[in-house]
């Protein structure tokens, strides 16, 4: 599903100048074919992961293939300008739709469901992996227990954490440009370098987060929910407070890029949190559950996007009154408290809802399926 995904929408990069030529209709219906293949291929790793990552290299590991997202939104940002002043828009697409074709190649020769049936790893490594995963059943799937999991709130605490997360991705990867030129007033040129910086960051801070979360697991420093807690709120908690005290220092330069290259950075450290936790709570059903989560992210992301656009073109209005009466008010000071104030909530809601049900019992396991986040799943024997 992975493999396919990317080899869909790298065909579809590739063919959207053409597409252009025709009119907006046929380029807004190949960018909505494109955004379903990504979901595929977003959501069908984590079947991959299920089975190939050891439960005290997950974080790590996850991270690193998560960090790629970002690193790709920095290099797009650094050399799509570059590339349109040199040959044309057209070839931005060319050129990265030949690279996720190749990558295709690479992926579909590679790349096998299972560590048993891989011919170039090694005998131990493949031990090493089938042992530490041992308490996961290899017996075929069965059926989704829907109600179940609509009854269980450790899942809805990360369908919620997907949905606080999307909302403030999506504003800064939306409007991110419009801000640093309209705001800091930076040419077109430079506000593309400055765009790219928060990308890297937030590509450092998610293969930082895994290698750290990880750390605290093999350590036995902090258990499992814990580790998950504590990245799910830094995640949340960190960027909501630099997006507050963005417009208190809006009169200097250097701190609002600082600023604004730490949002999308500490942002990521969700990574090590609530999003990887779909593999620790039911790793049968990981890809299920996570396009779940996308879900709820994308509907987040579709909100917020919306509801920005409206705020600036309307109550934009409003603040420009409010500023030639005297009041120093910026639109930035309305935006940003709102997502302050919804990843506060959800917090709140995550350590209620992810709290330990001691009618469960404990075990002695570090990865105790489903019942680390006292999920009553049908499968929490199997998983």
Not at 95 to 108: D, M
Not at 163 to 182: E, G
Not at 334 to 345: G, I
Request: proline letters at 5%; glycine letters at 8%.
């Amino acid at each position: 599903m992975l493999g396919a995904g990317l080899l869909i929408s790298s065909l579809l990069t590739l063919f959207t100048p053409l597409a252009a030529d025709f009119g907006v209709i046929l380029v807004i219906v190949i960018r909505t074919i494109q955004g379903m293949a990504q979901g595929m291929a977003w959501t069908g790793q984590f079947t991959i992961w299920a089975k190939w990552a050891p439960p005290l290299e997950r974080s790590k590991l996850t991270s690193i293939a998560g960090s790629g997202a970002a690193f790709g939104s920095f290099i797009i940002l650094c050399v799509g300008g570059l590339i349109s002043q040199a040959l044309g828009w057209p070839f931005i697409f060319y050129i990265f739709g030949s690279i996720g074709c190749v990558c295709c190649l690479l992926w579909f020769t590679v790349i096998y469901d299972d560590p048993m049936h891989h011919p170039c790893i090694s005998v131990q490594e493949k031990k090493y992996i089938v042992a530490s995963l041992a308490q996961q059943s290899s017996s075929p799937r069965r059926s989704v227990p829907i109600k179940a999991m609509v009854r269980c709130l450790p899942l809805w605490a990360i369908f919620t954490g997907f949905f606080s997360h999307f909302w403030l991705c999506t504003i800064i990867i939306t409007y991110l440009p419009t801000y640093i030129s309209s705001v800091l007033h930076v040419n077109i040129r430079d506000s593309g370098v400055l765009s790219s910086l928060p990308f890297i960051a937030a590509s450092s801070c998610t293969i930082l987060g895994g290698q750290l979360a990880d750390f605290l697991l093999s350590r036995n420093l902090l258990r499992l929910v814990t580790v998950r807690k504590l990245f799910s709120s830094l995640g949340l908690l960190l960027p909501s407070l630099c997006a507050v005290a963005l417009p208190f220092v809006a009169s200097s330069y250097v701190t609002t890029i600082i600023l604004l290259i730490l949002i999308p950075g500490t942002s990521n450290l969700c990574d090590s949190g609530f999003i990887i936790n779909t593999l620790d709570v039911a790793p049968r059903y990981a890809s299920f559950l996570m396009g779940i989560s996308r879900g709820f992210g994308l509907i987040a992301g579709i909100i917020s996007s919306t509801a920005t656009g409206f705020l600036i073109s309307q109550v934009g209005q409003f603040i420009e009154r409010l500023q030639v009466a005297g009041f120093c008010v910026g639109m930035e000071e309305c935006l940003f408290p709102v997502c302050c104030c919804q990843h506060v909530w959800h917090v709140f809601l995550h350590h209620i809802w992810t709290s330990r049900n001691p009618r469960l019992g404990q075990r002695e396991d570090p990865y105790p399926p489903l019942r680390i986040l006292n999920c009553k799943l049908k499968c929490s024997t199997d998983c």
